[in-house]
């Protein structure tokens, strides 16, 4: 008895073997190879466990792979999955938004992992503020007097409306009144806030004596926002911020913008339409501007705030800062992000500015490359002129110049085909037009190319 017991426990695979087995192996970019080191350790520990209590046969190696499997397959349904973006849309809201820069999820790993003067000064050995390093390189990079960061845009504007706007007046052109994705009303925040939403013009014409004759002495903000998702066309008339800014130094009441994107480059350098940049607000006057880290800007999910000392530092001092406040993961990425764009030429190295960067026909090439590698399944695959968008709330009407993979169905079910691409690990999410699937090189990472390519066969094949 004693014998068959140390025979069959003798019978248990080396944990390497299980490691380098394929199936188990694969799991380990999706879930970390600690989780599938300890997934194999839990299967081990049971089967011991089991053998010492009944000394049973131990499980064929088979079973034991497919136990690991099951565990890592829960491990995997349990967290965030790298995915590759095939849609074209660059700052895809629901795909994460921006990809963060090398330099930021080094600079993660590294504030992360350890301890970290994340509100200590070192110089005095005493509580230090979590915002001063941040605050200083986004003065640098804006021209701004001060900077704050929280969360995100929405808690970047429900941070100043609940500072200055409660139980008073903020006057808001007619055409800004704006829904943004995830339930975000301007005119409900404006209410949760306890703010009174003072709307001024028409939908389509708005002009400074509209602001000028909404002013009365409960009046604490005028408050202008980014058209993040909707353009409005023909006979227009929009209020010039620089001079919306100068009503309110010249009445005493500060002028809001809520940005939205905040993009620091210009995007007509990438064959865009202009988008107003975060500079160009500071230099128009604008009392306090509120934007997205993670939109134009190529960083974490944070709620950046510049603005006059005097107003930042209110908004500093508003106890309800600390349930808005950033971690110090962000902090290392946000201030990661920030110093490529202080570095000449540094902007390319943020993954959203090498996407837009991309040429037309390195894209074409790419997919020509890919095609190539398909043989027999290439027929149902064309190379086609496609349109990117940016997404993210930023730019809503401009196309950029792309190339996609177009996939035709012999089922001629597009979606079935697209729901097979998210079925692969890592998952491709494509995008479908009329009866094909789409992949979007815009988006695919140059890296992600070889892996689309087996995946293409495999799905179609
Ligand atoms: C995107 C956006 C927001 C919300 O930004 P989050 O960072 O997602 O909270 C707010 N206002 C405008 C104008 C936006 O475009």
Redesign the pocket.
């Known amino acids: 008895m004693r014998a068959a017991y140390a025979m069959s426990l003798r019978d248990i695979p080396a944990v390497h073997r299980l490691l380098a087995e394929p199936r188990i192996a694969g799991f380990s970019p999706l879930v970390g190879p600690e989780t599938v080191k300890d997934a194999i350790d839990a299967v081990i520990a049971e089967i011991r466990r089991s053998a010492a209590d009944r000394s049973p046969a131990v499980p064929q190696f088979e079973a034991i792979v497919a136990a690991v499997c099951e565990r890592l397959a829960v491990a995997e349904r349990d967290g965030l999955l790298d995915v590759i973006n095939g849609t074209g849309i660059l700052l895809h ?1 629901n795909l994460g938004r921006a990809p963060l820069a090398r330099e930021a999820t080094d600079a993660i790993g590294a504030i992360a992992r350890g301890y970290s003067n994340l509100e200590f000064d070192l110089e005095s050995g005493t509580r230090g503020s979590r915002y001063e390093r941040i605050g200083g390189l986004l003065r640098e990079v804006s021209g701004a007097e001060d900077a704050l960061v929280v ?7 429900l941070l100043v409306l609940d500072t200055f706007a409660k139980s008073r007046e903020v006057v808001v052109a007619r055409n800004q009144l ?1 829904e ?3 339930g ?1 009303r301007l005119p409900d925040v404006l209410a949760r806030s306890g703010a009174t939403l003072v709307e001024v013009g028409t939908t389509n014409k708005v002009y400074l004596r509209d602001f000028e004759q909404a002013l009365t002495p409960r009046t604490a903000l005028l408050l202008r ?5 909707f353009s409005i066309e023909g006979f227009v008339a929009d209020v010039n911020p620089g001079e919306l800014a100068a009503l309110g130094r010249r009445v005493g009441i500060p002028v809001v913008e ?4 905040g993009a620091l480059e210009d995007l007509a350098d990438y064959g865009l339409p202009h988008e107003r940049t975060v500079v160009d607000a500071v230099r128009d006057g604008v009392d306090l501007i ?6 134009l800007l190529g960083g974490p ?3 950046i705030i510049l603005g006059r000392a005097p107003l930042v530092a209110r908004l500093r001092a508003n106890p309800l800062l600390r349930a808005l406040r950033v971690d110090k993961a962000t902090l290392a990425a946000l201030g990661a992000t920030l110093r490529l764009y202080l570095e000449p030429g540094g902007a390319k190295r943020v993954p959203l500015y090498a996407m837009l960067g991309y040429s037309v026909e390195a894209l074409r090439e790419r997919a020509a490359q890919i095609q190539s590698r398909l043989s027999r399944q290439a027929r149902h695959t064309r190379v086609i002129d496609s349109e990117a968008y940016v997404g ?3 730019l809503p009407l401009a196309r950029l110049g792309s190339v996609a993979l177009a996939i035709r169905p012999t089922s001629g079910d597009p979606n079935a085909l697209a729901a097979a691409f998210r079925r692969e690990r890592p998952p491709i999410v494509g995008r479908v037009e009329g009866d094909e699937l789409l992949l979007d090189l815009r988006t695919i990472h140059p890296d992600q190319d070889a892996y689309v390519a087996e995946a293409l066969a495999r799905v179609i094949g």
Do not use: E, W
Request: hydrophobic share 35%; glycine share 20%.
């Open positions: 809201t969360n995100n845009c929405a808690a970047a504007v704006i943004i994705g995830g975000f926002s980014h058209n993040s998702n809520d940005l939205g994107s509120a934007f997205s880290g993670d939109k999910q944070a709620g993210g709330g930023a």
